[in-house]
């Protein structure tokens, strides 16, 4: 994975993010036009009255939906590209924010299954009488 296909996935999301919090905004409007106006200043809330029984359902609906919104859609795109980082999302982008191009070679260790032995002049030893 490469910081290309990092900011393609990451801005697809955010796009996703930004449009289905519009739209919650601008339904929340279309269905009651005094769903925001608890957010207005004094003088506003003045001159239109206070906010209808409608508005503050809506506002509340609202919320909710942005609040799961902002909650899932990010979990989606880590999800997203911790699956495309083949399960190591997290060494992947600290390889491109670093800027090495490939991840260092991991040294190679043999195992094998019988015991080596060391030839009895190698082995110095002395023994107390």
Same mark, same amino acid.
């Given at each position: 994975?490469?910081?290309?296909?990092?900011?393609?996935v990451?801005?697809?999301?955010?796009v996703?993010l930004?449009?289905?919090?519009?739209?919650?905004v601008?339904?929340?409007?279309?269905? #009651?036009r005094?769903? +925001? @106006?608890?957010?207005y200043?004094? $003088?506003?809330?003045?001159?239109? =009255?206070t906010?209808?029984?409608?508005g503050?359902?809506?506002? #509340?609906?609202?919320? +909710? @939906?942005?609040?799961?919104?902002? $909650?899932?859609?990010?979990?989606? =795109?880590?999800?997203?590209l911790?699956?495309?980082?083949?399960?190591?999302l997290?060494?992947? @982008?600290s390889?491109?924010?670093?800027g090495?191009?490939?991840?260092?070679?991991?040294?190679?260790?043999?195992i094998?299954?019988?015991?080596?032995?060391?030839?009895?002049?190698?082995?110095?030893?002395?023994?107390?009488?």
């Amino acid at each position: 994975m490469d910081f290309p296909e990092i900011a393609r996935v990451s801005s697809g999301y955010a796009v996703v993010l930004v449009s289905l919090f519009t739209l919650i905004v601008i339904g929340s409007l279309l269905v #009651a036009r005094d769903a +925001l @106006l608890s957010d207005y200043p004094p $003088a506003i809330k003045e001159r239109y =009255g206070t906010q209808s029984a409608r508005g503050r359902r809506t506002a #509340a609906v609202a919320g +909710l @939906l942005n609040l799961l919104l902002f $909650a899932a859609v990010p979990v989606a =795109g880590v999800l997203d590209l911790h699956g495309r980082a083949e399960g190591h999302l997290l060494r992947k @982008l600290s390889w491109t924010v670093t800027g090495r191009v490939s991840p260092p070679a991991t040294p190679s260790v043999e195992i094998s299954a019988e015991p080596k032995t060391l030839p009895l002049s190698s082995v110095n030893c002395t023994v107390p009488l």
